[in-house]
């Protein structure tokens, strides 16, 4: 029946009848798309209410006015139940940077791509919001408090309650209610996506469009910056985020001054919320509807949380409390263990051979302590080792042990942070000197308490020739 109603709209708009009429795959919404191939191929787009319709259709018009990237809609049916709109192709930027999101690695091209795509976020919430009529939106006008609690319980009812995670449910609001405060203190007259994520943009001639934004309101424009960088299985490493977040600020100062601390303070509580209402879509879509898509973006969203629970959220100190609760369950922690870097950090003598990686990954870093001056020459150091105090002292004294390990760290530090972000499971990194005794065992020790510190991975440290091996977990 669909298809013959686009069919039928295609040859009034046309003048021919189409020579094919293809569903094209589903999307998260209950909205269908076909398209039609023949003189002219065009998108046809079926959707189940009315309402909806009209604010996509209502939306479309009023951003193409404004020379925004969205496909125009080209013929409407009586009924407006269905309606026909430019054919943008297939590529969604969410399939155009598949290489970084699985490898953690985004090319310039990738970055490219992004970095245009949160240019021209910029100038829909703010040039698209110019003239706009928020009466037309549906089911909301605005983002109200009222808009949270859906948000909000909709993550409560659908998603943390089919966890089986026995929570205070009072203590539990109250927090919502604060977040809520915080939250509205960014209410602005901006046109809010709510949607904005990798598939929901399509990528025509190198250049961004936009799609499927009837669900837009009125609202702060944090809450489209946190959906695009913290979508689930986007992947984006945190130094990518920060470079496209720079990328939103340069475009966000064409319309208003920008505090970036307070931008950044902002927008952590909009990540915080963003992920809450995405994980109660995916237990509605994925527990109650049982879509599988759904559930398979879980772990990833969970991955999400967990980074940012790091830094606690004082501000709602029970919800803080749950959600770590939540992350730790055996369900979503099943497995992570497997897939979390361990570091091995060794000491060795020269004259015994280099360690074997026996990880398999084929090594990694190996220092070589014996250009610094040798605590082991004078008899007095001999009957000890570099975690001595003696030794220490002496190393620490001459100094040039230490400058030494800041050129370490250097390198270390960035490999370390690129395979956490990789999602690499092993590195190594060993210190030889002489003996294995004094210069490279100090360093050794360092560089283990070091990255463990730091980065709050697991570190397996072994002294050698010492016969001493010692494992540095995580904090949790």
């Known amino acids: 029946m669909a298809a013959e109603a686009l069919k039928k709209l295609y040859k009034e708009y046309v003048g021919s009848e189409p020579t094919s009429v293809v569903e094209m795959p589903a999307s998260g919404s209950n909205r269908h798309y076909y398209r039609l191939g023949g003189e002219q191929s065009l998108v046809g787009v079926v959707g189940e209410l009315r309402q909806e319709n009209d604010a996509f259709l209502y939306m479309d018009k009023h951003?193409?006015?404004?020379?925004?990237?969205?496909?125009?809609?080209?013929a409407?049916?009586?009924?407006?139940m269905t309606y026909l709109q430019e054919d943008l192709g297939d590529c969604i930027l969410f399939n155009a940077i598949e290489k970084g999101r699985k490898t953690r690695v985004f090319s310039d091209e990738?970055?490219?791509?992004?970095?245009?795509?949160?240019?021209?976020?910029?100038?829909?919430?703010?040039?698209?919001?110019?003239?706009?009529?928020?009466?037309?939106?549906?089911?909301?006008?605005?983002f109200t408090r009222?808009?949270?609690?859906?948000?909000?319980?909709?993550?409560?009812?659908?998603?943390?309650?089919?966890?089986?995670?026995?929570?205070?449910?009072?203590?539990?609001?109250?927090?919502?209610?604060?977040?809520?405060?915080?939250?509205?203190?960014?209410?602005?007259?901006t046109f809010m996506y709510?949607?904005?994520?990798?598939?929901?943009?399509?990528?025509?001639?190198?250049?961004?469009?936009?799609?499927?934004?009837?669900?837009?309101?009125?609202?702060?424009?944090y809450y489209d910056v946190a959906s695009f960088l913290w979508q689930a299985k986007a992947n984006f490493p945190?130094?990518?985020?920060?470079?496209?977040?720079?990328?939103?600020?340069?475009?966000?100062?064409?319309?208003?001054?920008?505090?970036?601390?307070?931008?950044?303070s902002q927008l952590r509580h909009f990540v915080l919320f963003r992920t809450l209402q995405v994980l109660g879509a995916y237990g509605f879509r994925g527990y109650f509807e049982k879509k599988p898509h759904f559930m398979q973006s879980v772990p990833f969203a969970i991955n999400n949380l967990r980074d940012l629970l790091h830094k606690p959220y004082v501000e709602y100190p029970y919800l803080n409390d749950m959600l770590n609760r939540l992350v730790n369950m055996s369900q979503?922690?099943?497995?992570?263990?497997?897939?979390?870097?361990?570091v091995k950090v060794m000491s060795f003598a020269y004259k015994k051979g280099i360690p074997n990686d026996t990880s398999g990954n084929g090594g990694g870093f190996v220092f070589d302590c014996?250009?610094?001056?040798?605590?082991?020459?004078?008899?007095?150091?001999?009957?000890?080792?570099?975690?001595?105090?003696?030794?220490?002292?002496?190393?620490?004294?001459?100094?040039?042990?230490?400058?030494?390990?800041?050129?370490?760290?250097?390198?270390?530090?960035?490999?370390?942070?690129?395979?956490?972000?990789?999602?690499?499971?092993?590195?190594?990194?060993?210190?030889?000197?002489?003996?294995?005794?004094?210069?490279?065992?100090?360093?050794?020790?360092?560089?283990?308490?070091?990255?463990?510190?730091?980065?709050?991975?697991?570190?397996?440290?072994?002294?050698?020739?010492?016969?001493?091996?010692?494992?540095?977990?995580?904090?949790?």
């Open 63 to 74: 951003f193409a006015s404004k020379g925004l990237n969205v496909p125009r809609v080209v």
């Open 76 to 80: 409407v049916s009586d009924d407006h």
């Open 110 to 142: 990738e970055k490219q791509l992004l970095a245009k795509t949160m240019r021209q976020l910029c100038e829909f919430q703010f040039a698209g919001a110019d003239g706009f009529d928020f009466t037309h939106c549906y089911p909301a006008a605005e």
């Open 146 to 189: 009222r808009s949270i609690f859906w948000d909000l319980n909709y993550f409560k009812y659908c998603f943390l309650k089919a966890t089986g995670l026995e929570f205070d449910e009072e203590k539990l609001e109250n927090d919502f209610q604060r977040m809520a405060d915080v939250l509205l203190r960014s209410v602005s007259a």
């Open 194 to 221: 709510r949607d904005f994520q990798s598939r929901n943009v399509m990528i025509r001639d190198g250049e961004p469009w936009f799609i499927d934004f009837q669900g837009g309101r009125k609202g702060p424009f």
């Open 238 to 264: 945190d130094s990518l985020r920060r470079e496209l977040i720079g990328e939103y600020i340069a475009a966000l100062r064409k319309y208003k001054p920008v505090d970036v601390n307070y931008f950044n």
């Open 332 to 342: 979503f922690t099943d497995g992570l263990n497997e897939r979390a870097l361990t």
């Open 370 to 476: 014996r250009a610094v001056n040798n605590p082991g020459k004078y008899d007095r150091y001999k009957p000890y080792t570099g975690l001595d105090p003696q030794v220490i002292k002496f190393l620490e004294d001459d100094g040039e042990i230490l400058t030494f390990l800041d050129h370490a760290y250097g390198l270390v530090d960035a490999s370390v942070k690129r395979y956490v972000e990789r999602g690499f499971t092993n590195l190594m990194v060993c210190f030889g000197c002489t003996g294995g005794q004094h210069r490279s065992v100090y360093s050794a020790q360092h560089m283990a308490q070091h990255i463990n510190e730091k980065f709050n991975v697991k570190v397996e440290l072994v002294h050698r020739e010492q016969n001493i091996e010692q494992t540095l977990l995580p904090k949790k």
